[in-house]
């Protein structure tokens, strides 16, 4: 009995070193939901294309609370999974509180924020958003016919503002005398998650003329496009391509490749390298999507000015105010 409990044992802890050998990754999504159909979507996404292209395995959480935040962590740096990768701003200090527990556990923040230097196991990722939000301004401004454009984001933070600041820039390069709105759905993280004030918003923004609203709001956005399409304006999606939820009522998405984020940290897997890095046009990292869904909206003409405008951008021609840095914004007013 003794030698078969030793075998056992030996055999287990074999089976531990293997499994510690190749560690599977973790996602933990921000509130707003994993099926959001915008940013913890493309997540999703990213983490699907992996586990399909290589037949591996991820486990994935959907946050109902904030206190869930670190214990999330916790329980997959405990399980050994790595990396863990989260998504959105307010997972930043979770990490921190954690990162130095895990050493040898790689973390990941899209879209947050944790010092490199103090905290060497940790990969922080931004992407320019005011690089896209400056493309789909300008097709907005050129497919508006009154002038007003309008925008509504989720929670109001620097981030969020910055979508809103590129988005006001394109548009007012396009039409320096064009009008754009922009409304906050809240201050809390419950504003991911609320089409029903993303809606109210949005018709609010209808009543004072704009034909045109691009919604930068998580799960928020989901009424803000209905609504678009309920009252025969054209809306704007973002961070996934959303042209295919109201075909030809989408003039077009303003991409943040959260999808490709993912994907290449689960492949790099425990060889990930840390730091900060920032996706910009000129990585594809954001940009706007174009298909058989919004096709007949965007003309041979807009095209081309907003595709000359990107190569611009990347060249250094034209530089696209980031509100994130001054708390600032030479577009619009907040």
């Given at each position: 009995?003794?030698?078969?409990?030793?075998?056992?044992?030996?055999?287990?802890?074999?089976?531990?070193?293997?499994?510690?050998?190749?560690?599977?990754?973790?996602?933990i999504?921000?509130?707003?939901?994993?099926?959001?159909?915008?940013?913890?979507?493309?997540?999703?996404?990213?983490?699907?294309?992996?586990?399909?292209?290589?037949?591996?395995?991820?486990?994935?959480?959907?946050l109902?609370?904030?206190?869930?935040?670190?214990?999330?962590?916790?329980?997959?740096?405990?399980?050994?999974?790595?990396p863990?990768?989260?998504?959105?701003?307010?997972m930043?200090?979770?990490?921190?509180?954690?990162?130095?527990?895990?050493?040898?556990?790689?973390?990941?923040?899209?879209d947050?924020?944790?010092?490199?230097?103090?905290?060497?196991?940790?990969?922080?990722?931004?992407?320019?958003?005011e690089?896209?939000?400056?493309?789909?301004?300008?097709?907005?401004?050129?497919?508006?016919?009154?002038?007003?454009?309008?925008?509504?984001?989720g929670?109001?933070?620097?981030?969020?503002?910055?979508?809103?600041?590129?988005?006001?820039?394109?548009?007012?390069?396009?039409?320096?005398?064009?009008?754009?709105?922009?409304?906050?759905?809240?201050?809390?993280?419950?504003?991911?998650?609320?089409?029903?004030?993303?809606?109210?918003?949005?018709?609010?923004?209808?009543?004072?003329?704009?034909?045109?609203?691009?919604?930068?709001?998580?799960?928020?956005?989901?009424?803000?496009?209905?609504?678009?399409?309920?009252?025969?304006?054209?809306?704007?999606?973002?961070?996934?391509?959303?042209?295919?939820?109201?075909p030809?009522?989408?003039?077009?998405?303003?991409?943040?490749?959260?999808?490709?984020?993912?994907?290449e940290?689960m492949?790099?897997?425990?060889?990930?390298?840390?730091?900060?890095?920032?996706?910009?046009?000129?990585?594809?990292?954001?940009?706007?999507?174009?298909?058989?869904?919004?096709?007949?909206?965007?003309?041979?003409?807009?095209?081309?000015?907003?595709?000359?405008?990107?190569?611009?951008?990347?060249?250094?021609?034209?530089?696209?105010?980031?509100?994130?840095?001054?708390?600032?914004c030479?577009?619009?007013?907040?």
């Amino acid at each position: 009995m003794t030698v078969m409990k030793s075998l056992l044992g030996a055999s287990a802890a074999l089976a531990l070193s293997a499994a510690a050998a190749i560690a599977d990754p973790a996602l933990i999504y921000d509130l707003g939901g994993k099926f959001d159909k915008s940013f913890n979507e493309a997540a999703f996404n990213g983490a699907q294309r992996w586990a399909d292209e290589t037949g591996g395995s991820y486990r994935d959480i959907e946050l109902q609370s904030e206190a869930q935040r670190e214990q999330a962590l916790r329980r997959f740096a405990e399980a050994g999974f790595n990396p863990v990768i989260t998504t959105g701003f307010s997972m930043s200090t979770p990490i921190a509180n954690v990162a130095g527990d895990y050493p040898d556990t790689k973390f990941v923040t899209i879209d947050g924020y944790v010092d490199p230097e103090e905290y060497p196991n940790v990969k922080s990722i931004s992407f320019a958003e005011e690089q896209g939000s400056y493309l789909v301004g300008m097709l907005a401004a050129m497919a508006s016919e009154t002038g007003t454009v309008s925008f509504v984001g989720g929670m109001d933070i620097p981030l969020i503002r910055a979508f809103a600041c590129g988005y006001a820039q394109g548009a007012k390069a396009v039409n320096e005398d064009i009008e754009v709105i922009a409304n906050m759905t809240g201050t809390t993280p419950a504003a991911w998650n609320d089409p029903v004030k993303g809606s109210e918003l949005t018709n609010a923004q209808i009543s004072q003329g704009s034909d045109v609203v691009f919604a930068a709001a998580g799960g928020t956005g989901i009424g803000v496009l209905q609504t678009a399409a309920d009252e025969d304006i054209l809306s704007i999606g973002v961070d996934s391509n959303q042209n295919h939820l109201h075909p030809g009522q989408v003039l077009t998405s303003m991409l943040k490749r959260v999808d490709v984020a993912t994907y290449e940290a689960m492949q790099a897997g425990e060889d990930l390298d840390t730091g900060t890095e920032r996706l910009t046009l000129e990585d594809n990292g954001v940009g706007y999507a174009l298909d058989e869904n919004n096709e007949e909206l965007i003309t041979e003409e807009m095209k081309t000015a907003v595709d000359e405008a990107r190569q611009q951008i990347i060249d250094g021609e034209i530089e696209v105010h980031d509100y994130r840095s001054d708390d600032s914004c030479p577009a619009i007013s907040f």
